[in-house]
């Protein structure tokens, strides 16, 4: 393994603990959430995909705020998983992204975009010295850099620092109900704990509308994460791999209460060895969850560590090329999809978008 490849499992791993913190957030459990990274693992070296699957911000943050509870949460993510397999498994992931548009996908994901912005103003603010300290590091290593793997580690360093070294009096007070407890449990109680599988709503609309969300979510960002990260490793993958790959480990971590599993843009893609460098990367992201070390870290890095960088994907990353994509020569179809995404989530964006793109 050459240096190349160590610098880019640990920039995976950076990303991956920030986006991880927060799934902490929202609730989601840490040890079957080692489970799906660990069969992810292994499918990529069955298979010798390059494109690994991790915590993915967008899919987190929309998942979380759709759902009101821990049960609704993991019943999205759960349903959307099973999903998102039997489309890998039939190969018609390539045909529903024909049928639904380029301009369509870029105004979901524009959306998608202002809907991180927002939220890493939410989480900045509920944990405010972190959330200062986050975007006071993250915006000046981005725009010096443009490197997300440095910006990741600056956020996370400075919003600690901050956090840790102002008096507490100024530091809204922050809560994991699902991972407080797992300091005064033994390592047996607490997988015992979270190995309790959890029956999904299904006599619900709202659920199976949040879950079309997810799914039209993830179509999109599989397809554009997936292709960036196969191209920084100059080779090819096949979407319907990587889809039942992230669909059957999102299943298998949701029923037990664990967080959804997607695509990224991964920095190992740059590695010398980009297949093993990914396979790397979410091996030792399994064995942090199953260890419970995530929720530890989690203890020490306050999650608002991560509002600066969740801007820059969202504001810097996500919004301007989908935009610009979306909305080009006037499009009014890339236009509506982008607001109505923006104003509510991308399952309703999509369909205005479709229904827009009918009647003109």
Known sequence: MSPQDIVSIIGALSDAIASGLIALYYGFLAF?????FALAALLAMVWGLATPISFQAETIVLAGSMGKNFRERISIVLLCGIVMTLLGIFGL???????????????????????LVRTSVDIARDSLK?????????????????????????????????????KKQFNAPEEDAAEASDTSLTFRQNVKNQLIPHKPILNSWHIWKSVLALVALQIGTFISYGTITASMAQTDFSIDKLTIMSGLSQTVSSLFGGAPLSPIIAVTGVADHPVNAAIVFMSIMA???????LSRIGKLIPVGATAGYLFIIGAIMVIPDNLVAAVQDGNMVGIITFVITAISDPFIGMLAGIATQLIL
């Open 32 to 36: 079957p959430t080692g489970i799906g």
């Open 93 to 115: 992931l390539g045909a529903i992204v024909d049928y639904i548009g380029d301009v369509i996908l870029a105004g979901m994901l524009a959306g998608v975009g202002v809907i």
């Open 130 to 166: 972190a959330g200062i300290g986050s975007f006071i590091a993250a915006l000046p290593v981005w725009f010096l850099t443009e490197n997300l793997a440095y910006t990741v580690v600056a956020s996370l360093v400075a919003g600690t620092i901050f956090h840790h070294a102002i």
């Open 287 to 293: 064995l942090i969850l199953l260890l419970f070390l």
